[in-house]
Structures are given as structure tokens and as C-alpha cells.
């Protein structure tokens, strides 16, 4: 292979790349929050088959999860102001983020739920506790904790598929690289630092995940 | 007999050489004697040329050759080119004249002449038409879409002011989208994709507002041919004094023709 390594003009960017890491983080950790929040509740509502909102949530979850993000996306920035609504990309592309998450989160943390005993809910009426009391101690946190490395792969799911994001111009990682690699043809070395640092950043969120499940959610198992 | 034979064919060559020699030097008058203008169009680049409907190729360029045909008053015969193989065309006599959206640049110009501009050709910032913005300063606090690496990104990002917003796309397509669904304010791109917005989107076509890169069209011609050039130019000076490419540049390009063409 005759190919020539120069990552200086790659480096000269770095600061480009960096920026772009912290949005990627940034629009990961807003998506994350809200998308595990409304995961959370269509997960109850579809367990517990709260009418009549059980079947919107079974519609949503069906179109989300059986959709291509990236189509999604393109809906969300170039179909809602279509209909007068204006958002900008970054807040295209974490509405994008929270509906995807949310259906998936949905079906994980239903999985949790069903899973747990109906005998457990009793117990908790019996001992006094609140609904909830009940709801959190009995449900919720062992729920969670069932399926806490299910939910941790999807949340890397999504950071990792933020990168299509670049396609409306948001500037996160992707975008920065193919930024740099528009200016410099450096794409063999522009990618590999990319890939680089994509992979760092799985790595650490799956641990900071790992942490906070064992620290807060597994605790109450 | 050999000697004589071959004193006969030197002859015979002399001559042809000296019937081809006045036949190049004067073009002109080569079209007029022939009774048909050869020209060198596109066949794949609208809205310059294409192949239409009705499988006859259409386009500026060949409005453009029906009128240098017209008021030569000959025939025109168009020879369908691509951009790679356009000048070899004309400098082997092919053609008579080359008119397939060709920009000029010192490399051409040592191997052909070229007329007088007849349509413009122009990386620019558009915008909607009422929008208050005549120069690089008033892009300030603007957002404009731009395809990503392309020449019209790299012009836009060196002497865009402080303040702009540039939201770069993936494609061409992309670019013009969000455009048309008012994410950005302002869309930098060539005066030839306002075309294809104004196809889909008649409503929205978008104005001139601060050229970028300036690159106008002209008609190609061998070298050595004055009396060509200067009817070539002649005529099109002609057509853009009574409207006539104003009239071509409304219908292709969807913009008026620029006053300093």
C-alpha cells in the first residue's frame, strides 16, 4: 500500500473535531434524558394497557421503530415547516433523537416491567406503601435494572446515529469531519481519527452508564 | 515512370494543400459558400442543452446557435459534444463553432478564441427577491445554505463577514430544501440551480443578491478567424441590444440578464 499518512492537516482541525465530539455528547445527553422519560412512560402506559393511550403509543412505537432515522429526521427539518413550524436543526435533530430513543426505550423498559411479578405489587399494597412508593420502589427501579444493559446499548445506539445529523447541517462530529475533509481531501485520516474518537466516546458513556446503574438503579434490585 | 509518378502526386499534394489553405483561412465565408453553420452544442447539461421530449436537443445554447444560423441565413447542424471533447471538435474543423456553456480561462485561450459573453454563468448568494441586501455587508445576522466543500462553499467562507450563519449541506439537493422549507434565510449556489428551484418551486425562485464568482458563457472559434469572430460578435451584440438573449436568459435561466454582460 503506497498511501501516504499525513494527519497534520487533520490536526489543524482538532479544534473543529473537539467542537464537534461536545455537540454529538451534548445532543446525546438532551435526547437521552427526554427520550428514557417518554420511554418511561409509554412503557407504563403499554404494560399496564392504560386506555386509550396504550394504542397511540403502540402506533408511535411502530412507526419509529420500523422507519429509517434518517427519514425521520428529514420529516422533522424540511416536512414540519411545512406545516409553520420552524425549528432549527439542533432542535430538529434532538426532537429526532427523543422519538427515537423514546419508541425503543418504550419496548426495552416494557420488557422490564412485564417482567416483574404482579405478586411484588400486592406485597407493596400489603406493606402500606403509596402508589407511588410502589410504583418507584416495586416497579420502576427493578424494571429498570432488568434491563439497564439494553437500554445503556440503545442510548449508544443513538449517539452513534447522531451522525446523520450532519445531513441537516447540525454540527456535531460528522459534520465536522466531513467538514475538514471537504477542505483538506484528508478523508482516509479526517475518518480514522473520527472513528477514534466515536469509539471513545461509546466507551465512556457505556461506563458512566454502567456506573450510574450499579450506583442508583441496580442498588434497589 | 517512378519519377514522374511521384513529381505528379507532389503536385497533386501541393494542390490540395493549397485548396485547403484559403478554405481555413477565411471560415465565413466557408459557412456562407457551405450553406450550414456547424456547431458544437451540449446534450446533458440543462438548462444549456438536453435532449427534449421530443428527442431534439433544446437549450440556451441551441437557441443561441438557431440565432447565429438565422442571421447568418444558413443552415444549422448541431453536433451533440461533451465538456471534455468541445474544444478538440472545433480545432479539427468539425465544427465552425463551439457553444456549449464554455467559460473562459488563459489554457482555452491559447488554443481558441472566444466572442463576446452571451448568457451569465455566476456562483452567487440568492434570496427572496424583496429582501434588502446589496452587498457582502448586509449578509450580517443572515443564515445561508451552502453545498459543502463545493467551489461556492469555499468562495462564501472566504469573504463571508463576521456574523454570517453558513449551514453547509450534503448536496445540491439538500441545500436547495432547506431553502425552500425557510430553515435558512439565504442560499448561495450557481445561477444554473436556480433553475431547477424555479421548476419545483415557482413560487420561491430566488433573486440575485451578492455574486461570488463571475463566469460568463462565450461562443468558441478557431484562432485565425477574424472575420468569424467579428460576425459572431456582431451578431450577438445585435441580439442583446433588441432583447433577444434577455429573451433566451428569461426563458432558460430564469433571471434577467446581468447589465454587465
Redesign the interface.
Known amino acids: 500500500m503506497a498511501y501516504q499518512f499525513d494527519f497534520l492537516p487533520v490536526l489543524h482541525n482538532a479544534d473543529l473535531l473537539l467542537r464537534g465530539a461536545l455537540f454529538t455528547l451534548e445532543l446525546t445527553a438532551i435526547g437521552t434524558l427526554l427520550g428514557v422519560s417518554l420511554g418511561i412512560v409509554g412503557a407504563v402506559v403499554r404494560a399496564w394497557q392504560i386506555r386509550p393511550f396504550a394504542a397511540i403509543f403502540g402506533v408511535y412505537v411502530e412507526l419509529i421503530r420500523n422507519t429509517p432515522f434518517l427519514v425521520q429526521l428529514f420529516f422533522i427539518?424540511?416536512g414540519l415547516?411545512?406545516l409553520g413550524l420552524?425549528i432549527?436543526?439542533w432542535q430538529a435533530a434532538v426532537l429526532a433523537m427523543v422519538i427515537n430513543l423514546g419508541a425503543y426505550s418504550t419496548e426495552i423498559i416494557r420488557a422490564g416491567i412485564q417482567a416483574i411479578p404482579r405478586g411484588q405489587l400486592e406485597a407493596a399494597a400489603a406493606l402500606a406503601m403509596t402508589r407511588f412508593e410502589a410504583f418507584r420502589h416495586v416497579v420502576l427501579l427493578p424494571a429498570l435494572g432488568k434491563v439497564w444493559p439494553a437500554l445503556s446499548s440503545q442510548i449508544i445506539i443513538v449517539m452513534l446515529g447522531s451522525a446523520v445529523c450532519?445531513?441537516?447541517?447540525t454540527e456535531e462530529l460528522s459534520?465536522a469531519a466531513?467538514?475538514i475533509q471537504?477542505?483538506n481531501f484528508r478523508a482516509f485520516e479526517t475518518y480514522t481519527l473520527t472513528t477514534l474518537i466515536y469509539l471513545v466516546m461509546a466507551l465512556l458513556i457505556r461506563q458512566l452508564l454502567n456506573w450510574l446503574g450499579r450506583r442508583y438503579i441496580a442498588r434497589n434490585r | 515512370m517512378t519519377k514522374r509518378r511521384s513529381a505528379l502526386l507532389t503536385a497533386l499534394l501541393a494542390s490540395l494543400m493549397l485548396s485547403q489553405a484559403p478554405a481555413h483561412a477565411n471560415g465565413l465565408d466557408d459557412i456562407i459558400a457551405r450553406g450550414t453553420l456547424k456547431v458544437a452544442v451540449p446534450q446533458d447539461f440543462p438548462p444549456f442543452g438536453s435532449v427534449g421530449p421530443d428527442m431534439k436537443p433544446r437549450g440556451l445554447d441551441i437557441d443561441t446557435a438557431k440565432l447565429l444560423a438565422e442571421q447568418l441565413k444558413v443552415k444549422l447542424e448541431l453536433t451533440p459534444v461533451n465538456s471534455t471533447n468541445r474544444i478538440p471538435f472545433l480545432t479539427t474543423g468539425k465544427v465552425d463553432l463551439v457553444i456549449s456553456s464554455l467559460g473562459k480561462n488563459a489554457e482555452r485561450e491559447k488554443v481558441i478564441d472566444f466572442s463576446r459573453a452571451y448568457a451569465p454563468f455566476y456562483l452567487a448568494v440568492f434570496g427572496p427577491p424583496d429582501a434588502p441586501i446589496n452587498g457582502l455587508a448586509d449578509l450580517k445576522g443572515k443564515t445561508i445554505?451552502v453545498t459543502?466543500?463545493a467551489i461556492e462553499?469555499?468562495e462564501l467562507t472566504a469573504v463571508a463577514p463576521e456574523g454570517v450563519t453558513i449551514?453547509?449541506?450534503?448536496d445540491n439537493n439538500?441545500t436547495i430544501?432547506?431553502y425552500l422549507?425557510?430553515?435558512v434565510d439565504l442560499i448561495a449556489s450557481g445561477n444554473v440551480v436556480m433553475v431547477a428551484i424555479a421548476e419545483r418551486n415557482p413560487k420561491r425562485i430566488p433573486a440575485l443578491k451578492v455574486k461570488l464568482k463571475d463566469s460568463p458563457v462565450y461562443v468558441g472559434v478557431n484562432k485565425n478567424e477574424p472575420a468569424l469572430l467579428e460576425k459572431v460578435n456582431q451578431i450577438l451584440a445585435t441580439a442583446k441590444a433588441d432583447g433577444s438573449l434577455e429573451k433566451n436568459a428569461q426563458l432558460w435561466l430564469k433571471q434577467p440578464l446581468p447589465a454587465d454582460l
Not at chain 1, 450532519?166 to 447541517?169: T, V
Not at chain 2, 449551514?167 to 450534503?170: A, H, I, L, N, S
Open positions: 427539518f424540511f415547516p411545512s420552524q432549527s436543526e450532519s445531513q441537516i447541517a459534520f466531513n467538514f471537504s477542505r | 445554505s459543502r466543500g462553499d469555499i449551514k453547509r449541506f450534503e439538500t430544501a432547506a422549507a425557510k430553515q
